[in-house]
C-alpha cells in the first residue's frame, strides 16, 4: 500500500542552525500538507502546497520557514533558523483529489 | 484556538465491548470531519470520515456519527481489540471540491482496552 514516508526520523540541531526536513508524499496525490505537534499539544496546520505554490499557511508558518517541492518527488519543509520553540513532531500529509489525508511518520526536530 | 475538542482526555474499556470516542466543533464551517488513531512515534492513521450530508458512515468494526445541529461526533468500535489501544483523533475541515483543505484537531483520546 503507498506511504507517505519522511526522513529523517530525528533530527538534532542547535538554535540558530538551518534545517530541511524531507517527505515524499504518495505518488499520485496532488496536495502536500506539513503539521506539527508539540510535545502533549495537538496536532497543528503549518502550510499546504498545490500547483508548485503555497495554498495557505498558518500564523505559526513565518518567515523563517519555507517549502518547496523540488523534483517530482520530494517535498521539503525548511527552517532557516530554528528557535527552541521549533521542537517538535513534523508530520508530512498528501491527499488526492477531494481525499482524505494520509500522514508520514513524523520526523522528530529536538533544537538545543 | 478550540475549534475541535475532545473532553475526554483517556477512555478505558473491556475487550469485545463497545468504545464511543466523542468529539464536539464550534466552527459552523467545518463540513467534514475525519477520524485518527495513532500510536506513539508514528504518524497519525486515517480510520474513517463522514460529511455534513449524512449522519452515519460505517466501515467494518468502525461507525462514525454526526449531529450536525448539536456539533456533535461520536466513534464507535464495536467489538473493541487490545490492537485499538491508541490515541484517537477527531479532525475537521470546510468541505470542498478540490481538496486542499487544512484540517483542524482535537487534543486526542487515549483508549486502552484492557484484555
Known amino acids: 500500500e503507498p506511504e507517505v514516508t519522511q526522513t529523517p526520523s530525528h533530527q538534532v540541531t542547535q538554535m540558530g542552525q538551518e534545517v530541511i526536513l524531507r517527505c515524499v508524499p504518495i505518488s499520485n496525490h496532488l496536495y502536500f500538507y506539513w503539521y506539527r505537534q508539540i510535545l502533549g499539544q495537538k496536532v497543528e496546520f503549518l502550510v499546504s502546497f498545490y500547483n508548485n505554490e503555497i495554498s495557505e499557511k498558518s500564523e505559526i508558518f513565518d518567515d523563517q520557514f519555507s517549502v518547496e517541492r523540488p523534483d517530482g518527488s520530494n517535498f521539503t519543509l525548511k527552517i532557516r533558523s530554528t528557535k527552541l520553540e521549533d521542537s517538535a513532531m513534523y508530520f508530512c500529509a498528501s491527499s488526492g483529489l477531494a481525499e482524505e489525508q494520509y500522514f508520514g511518520p513524523g520526523t522528530r526536530l529536538t533544537v538545543t | 484556538d478550540q475549534q475541535v475538542k475532545q473532553n475526554s482526555p483517556s477512555l478505558s474499556v473491556q475487550e469485545g465491548r463497545i468504545s464511543i470516542l466523542n468529539c464536539d466543533y464550534t466552527?459552523?464551517?467545518?463540513?467534514?470531519f475525519l477520524w485518527y488513531k495513532k500510536y506513539p512515534a508514528e504518524g497519525p492513521t486515517f480510520l474513517i470520515s463522514?460529511?455534513?450530508?449524512?449522519d452515519k458512515n460505517e466501515d467494518g468494526r468502525f461507525t462514525v456519527f454526526l449531529n450536525k445541529s448539536a456539533k456533535h461526533l461520536s466513534l464507535h468500535i464495536v467489538p473493541s481489540q487490545p490492537g485499538d489501544s491508541a490515541v484517537y483523533f477527531c479532525?475537521?475541515?470546510?468541505?470542498?471540491?478540490?481538496?486542499?483543505?487544512?484540517?483542524?484537531f482535537g487534543t486526542g483520546t487515549r483508549l486502552t482496552i484492557i484484555p
Open positions: 479532525a475537521a475541515s470546510p468541505l470542498s471540491n478540490f481538496g486542499n483543505e487544512k484540517l483542524t
Open positions: 463522514i460529511s455534513s450530508i449524512k
Open positions: 466552527n459552523s464551517m467545518f463540513d467534514y
